[in-house]
């Protein structure tokens, strides 16, 4: 059964992964091979999945305006995936966020990641339009969900 906590941005297993989560989108969304994900706020908070020792999920729960944070990083290890992690690292952000005192999550996807539509949909996101800096971009796919 996979643990969820709070872990640094620097932590090295979070590092892993979310290398493991850019060379997978490199490769879903044709991107340039050196593309990076671009630097996050520094008040983010990060979560990570683990299976006993080994870390098979991560994402992190940035702060964008008062009462509202966004759920970045998502990546749940192919293995891992059909397994329940992505869900709990989904409910983890939420209660995160909400102990923070915000009221609303909000994320972005892609066309190309239907599974990740599902989960967040399945989670009570519901589509909202696309939010900047994804606006023009045909690709993303943009949710949010109230947090009562």
């Known amino acids: 059964m996979a643990t969820v906590a709070e872990c640094a941005a620097d932590d090295g297993f979070?590092?892993?992964l979310v290398t493991a989560m850019t060379a997978e989108l490199v490769v879903v969304y044709n991107l340039p091979v050196d593309a990076q994900p671009p630097p996050?706020?520094?008040q983010t908070r990060y979560l990570l999945a683990r299976d006993g020792d080994r870390a098979i999920g991560c994402c992190a729960?940035?702060?964008v305006e008062p009462g509202l944070y966004e759920l970045k990083r998502m990546f749940v290890a192919p293995?891992?995936?059909g397994t329940g992690v992505s869900s709990?690292?989904?409910t983890s952000?939420?209660?995160l966020a909400r102990a923070a005192g915000e009221a609303r999550i909000r994320l972005e996807t892609g066309t190309r990641q239907p599974a990740a539509m599902?989960?967040?949909e399945r989670a009570g996101f519901r589509r909202v339009p696309n939010f900047p800096p994804h606006e023009a971009d045909p690709e993303s796919v943009c949710?949010?969900?109230a947090l009562a």
Do not use: G, N, Q
Request: glycine share 0%.
């Open 93 to 95: 952000s939420e209660r």
């Open 143 to 145: 949710y949010e969900k």
């Open 61 to 63: 729960v940035e702060p």
């Open 79 to 81: 293995d891992a995936r």
């Open 40 to 42: 996050l706020h520094p």
């Open 14 to 16: 979070l590092r892993a």
């Open 88 to 90: 709990a690292l989904v």
């Open 118 to 120: 599902r989960l967040y």
